[in-house]
């Protein structure tokens, strides 16, 4: 989650690069009238910019699930441990930026562990480390046993295949169009009111 100090620097920085580029058409104009009309028209649309801007990341907060510290999601599969030397939640889920990844090898009770990971999914994302589900695999079975039991619990379109993994997105990502639907809004309005500075 971006922290206060983030969110003022990139408004800085924001700010001063729509100022730069307001300074400088400005610069390049001569005639008072048209000066006055860029004047009133940059700061008209930054204003309109930063109300969009602030109503769009505060929608987008509002949205963000609330993330779970590691020990909790790693105590919700304690349950499943199987033994040192055998599948072990301490040594086959660990935290990663964008979400968990859990390594589902050495595992024998594949549907338990999937039910659960299919509640944790709701929230965060998942990377299942499930093999290419070939023969020559660690466990051939192994990826087609975990893919039929997500798609019993969660919509196909929360599913994405790698080569190694499966993947799952939390459903607030589905909702709000993923991670890029808010970015790619932003740079739009951003790059309509920098054209706006240059008419």
Known sequence: MATKGGE?????????????????????????ARLERHITLTF????LLVVCFYVLLRRA????????PALDV?????????GRG?????????????????DLHDLEH????????????????LRLVVGDGTARSADPRLRRRVEERLRL??????????RRTLSTLPTVAMQ?????????????LSIVFVGLLLV
């Open 61 to 68: 907060e509002a949205a963000r699930p609330v993330a779970l």
């Open 8 to 32: 003022v620097l990139s408004g800085a920085l924001l700010g001063a690069c729509y100022g730069a580029t307001g300074a400088f058409t400005a610069s390049l104009m001569d005639e008072p």
């Open 176 to 188: 709000h169009g993923g991670n890029l639907r808010l970015p790619t809004l932003l740079m739009t």
């Open 74 to 82: 790693r105590e919700m599969l304690a349950k499943h441990d199987e």
């Open 153 to 162: 619990r969660l919509e196909p379109t929360r599913l994405r295949h790698g």
């Open 110 to 125: 594949v549907e338990a562990v999937v039910d659960d990971l299919a509640e944790i999914a709701e929230r965060h994302h």
């Open 86 to 102: 055998a599948w072990r939640q301490l040594s086959h889920v660990r935290q990663e930026a964008a979400g968990w990844r859990v």
């Open 44 to 47: 008209a649309s930054f204003a």
